[in-house]
């Protein structure tokens, strides 16, 4: 009788894992431009898509226009890029916690218990409560990406300890630099009160929204979400390796300081882009990893373009709960994951080996 291997059971459940995640990733984005305050048939969105996507002649030929122009608008201009913007922001928080998870060793390690998602939000609303913009449309993400790639750099040296890094030094680094910066976050949004009529907005995304998602807002963020995504896909040897431990790593010939140094600022590029035109959004890094890694182990080529699509699929999901738990209101993203997410801190926290006090 044949016998699979190991490595041949887990690269075909990686097969079966990436296929049924796109397919329910394509299912929840249909779902979620049918699903709202207007309810709208699959088929209807359907066909608004495609006569934007084909060239005119053909799409009025084999697409009769059998909608209002309110229903174009609302599937084209509101709910698509905003359904895209969240799946690219879920993939990118899902990416970094992956990235970090490896990088520092550590299962807790996630953007936004670590503070780099505050730190591209301060960095963001420097620029929205101020109003200074000296890069025009791009003064945003590149204020969240070097607020982001500060935090990560604090968090970084203050959980050293004669040159090593314990995981209960890191979590703790990082949520006193959260507080830090979030009562620097706070203290913007007050001072901006006094003078501004945009503290409203603000505060909606700072809990983490995609309202006011529209289609210039996607570009940016999907490029270089793909394109870093793409990088660390081809570094995932050397991901591989840090798990083996520093001197293991550096024994196989890899500059562990050095590549640490790479994978802090892509992760704070990728999430400063995020940041920037979502809000800080918790704990989507911490929890897909783990369940990806649950299917199919820790080789960093298998997890990294599951753990996209998985934070992609959560985050769409994620998005379309806020929108209908409370109709017609909406509840910001950021509410919902910290509802999952805090109890699954609580028992990774539990249930991780030697738990964060082990080096």
Known sequence: MFKFS???????????LLLGMTIALLLAIVVSLSVGAVALPFTLVGQVILSHLLPGAIASTWIPPNWTPTEAQIVWDFRLPRVLLAAVVGAALSVSGTTLQAVVRNPLADPFILG?????TVGAVLVLTLGIR???S???????FIGALIAMTLVYLLAQQKGQITPLRLILSGVALSYTLSAVTSYLVLRASQTSAQVSPVLSWLAGSFGQARWEQVGLPAVVVLGLTVYLLFQFRRLNILLMGDDVAAGLGLNVGWF????FVVTSMMVGAVVAVSGAIGFVGLM?????????GSNHQRVLPLAALGGALMMVLVDLVGRVVVAPEELPVGIVTAAFGGPFFLWLLRTSRGGVGSS
Do not use: E, K
């Open 116 to 120: 780099i998602s505050y730190g591209g």
């Open 288 to 296: 897909v990893p783990h369940i990806v890694r649950i299917g199919v």
């Open 138 to 144: 791009l003064s945003l993400p590149i204020a969240a």
């Open 134 to 136: 000296p890069f025009g």
């Open 6 to 16: 190991s490595f041949q059971v887990l690269r075909s459940r990686f097969v079966l």
């Open 260 to 263: 640490r140094i790479q994978m």
